[in-house]
């Protein structure tokens, strides 16, 4: 084999290397940009709930214009996109975080995106 030959085959191998590797790149950062949207879409439902726990009265399971003993609909707490807590409830809001399944900004911890909701508004910070 002649050097040019080789030096074409080297140029070849070296650019399928960088291919896969920007591939890999990309594909990791989409499946967190993924995870991030998909426990932003869970957030979203807990935050329609705990605005209705707020307006339901007491005498029926409700907190009676107030936060306070929210809770995360029974089975939700965990599911494939992550895991979710309420973080603080008080008498006029409710804050609930999602810590999810890939790695996020950091490259080290969990993704990880929390809601803020009060009687007429929502929202949502991503945290890492």
Known sequence: MGSQQM???IVGVLLVGLAIAIGITMFSDNASSSNRDAIANDL???ASAAQAYQKRPKSIGGGG???EGFHISSGSTTNDNGVFSVSSATSSS???QGIGREIGYDQTSPV???ISINADTIAVAEVN
């Open 44 to 46: 979203a439902a807990q």
């Open 94 to 96: 409710v804050t609930i």
């Open 65 to 67: 214009g107030s936060f």
């Open 7 to 9: 030096l074409i085959v």
């Open 112 to 114: 990880k995106v929390a």
